[in-house]
């Protein structure tokens, strides 16, 4: 079946310093989004991408359809404590409703 | 507005044994879904309801059976628990199939 690969898996970094995480995969997709997950909730939608080359922004948060329609990424600037979480890429076909999720990368944030 | 409503939060299961989750949005959508959540894994989808009325085959269907009740109310039965089906349960539910997907806060199931 389709998969995502993401990337990095886990990621330490420090306070107000910039993060970047992709996901790629081996189908085309009509549309890529971005959710985080927070300890013992579900997962909340963070960006929605629809078009090959799409560059949309969400506050410090930035994602990025590629123009393959093959890959994505997300890039969060000035990270604080609150950023800590799981971020899951997710992908959409033509046929809508079987949203293929990332295994996400988790993120941890040193104040 | 509650948005997505699970029950139970938590549950203990025996080999065998057989329950059902429950999921309740009040968003008025169409369609809603069940996941399953494993460690270092996504969301993998089980079933899915894109209309009140239908049903429809996820990634991982095996094991389970569900009921579209309602517009509302969207529920995932297991017959007879496995330890593989140890893990955490999400419910979602969206308008249509190309709009954003509000998720529970999830059932986390442990079968022994």
Known sequence: GQQLNQSPQSMFIQEGEDVSMNCTSSSIFNTWLWYKQDPGEGPVLLIALYKAGELTSNGRLTAQFGITRKDSFLNISASIPSDVGIYFCAGRGTGGFKTIFGAGTRLFVKA | ???????????????????????????????????????????????????EGTTDKGEVPNGYNVSRLNKREFSLRLESAAPSQTSVYFCASSEGSQTEAFFGQGTRLTVV
Not at chain 2, 2 to 30: E, I, R, W, Y
């Open chain 2, 1 to 51: 507005n509650a948005g997505v409503t699970q029950t139970p939060k938590f549950q203990v299961l025996k080999t065998g044994q057989s329950m059902t989750l429950q999921c309740a949005q009040d968003m008025n959508h169409n369609s809603m879904y069940w996941y399953r959540q494993d460690p270092g894994m996504g969301l993998r989808l089980i079933y899915y309801s894109a209309s």
